[in-house]
């Protein structure tokens, strides 16, 4: 199959493009770096000649409520649009489980936009909801983080390795296209908090880890269970642990 992956050289669609490859498939890493920009449209009808599937990983370079919106939207509509004048037989996206819980936060309501524009589209589609990745512990201890202290909600995660979110995206995309929502995550439940504080723990990191319920989440006030899958969700067995030592 040839695959173009919109996000081709981030964290997830790098390693994306090298299992798709391990496999057989012509695995093509589109981004700006390639000539392929979504938000222009520049690039995408070249790249797309012979695709069977386009799988989207990209994520916007800012978390600004109308610059992540305008992202989204615009690369999703671009990219649809070129699939259909070049045929493309999948749609594959990845997406945030609770997303749909989470429209306080402008990414969140992004990413719902982002989804209901596939949804709508006419292109068979299949959608990865997945937890949050270990590897952003870091990232959102930065954003938790006033002076020394990190402030951050009990709200329980299910986070996962971006090596595994990569495994269920390309099972996914060389699959039939499901025209629904699955879900991906990992192993063990943590409160974010405990999350983090572990993570940095390891990392030598001194900073003090402080549970507020009142702390935000992408500008969301988190309710208990919000981030966490469903039943029916596809469970990876990497543990935070098991990956800790790993780096």
């Known amino acids: 199959m040839k695959i ?24 093509v890493a589109a981004s700006p770096d390639s000539g392929v920009n979504t938000l222009t449209g520049e690039g995408l009808a070249d790249v797309l000649q012979g695709a069977d599937t386009v799988v989207d990983v990209s994520n916007s370079p800012s978390f600004e409520d109308a610059a992540v919106l305008n992202f989204f939207t615009t690369s999703t509509r671009n990219q649809l649009a070129a699939e259909k004048e070049a045929d493309v037989g999948h749609h594959v996206a990845l997406s945030v489980v609770g997303t749909e819980r989470l429209a306080e936060s402008g990414y969140f309501r992004a990413k719902i936009a982002q989804e209901k524009l596939i949804k709508e589209s006419g292109v068979p589609y299949s959608i990865v909801h997945a937890t949050q990745f270990f590897e952003f512990v870091k990232s959102i201890a930065q954003a938790a983080t006033d002076g020394n202290t990190v402030r951050l909600s009990p709200a329980l995660i299910q986070p996962m390795a971006a090596e595994d979110v990569a495994t269920a995206v390309a099972s996914t995309a060389v699959g039939n296209p499901q025209n629904a929502t699955i879900e991906v995550a990992g192993p063990e439940q943590f409160g974010l908090d405990e999350l983090i504080r572990k ?9 003090e880890v402080v549970t507020d319920p009142n702390a935000r989440y992408f500008n969301a006030l988190l309710q208990d269970r919000e981030l966490l899958p469903g039943n029916e969700a596809t469970i990876y067995n990497t543990r935070f642990e098991e990956w800790l030592n790993q780096q």
Do not use: Y
């Not at 993570?199 to 900073?207: A, E, M, T, Y």
């Open 4 to 27: 173009v992956v919109i996000g081709g050289t981030g964290l997830i669609g790098s390693k994306l493009v090298n299992k798709l490859g391990e496999h057989g498939h012509e695995a």
């Open 199 to 207: 993570g940095l723990s390891f990392q030598g990191d001194p900073r």
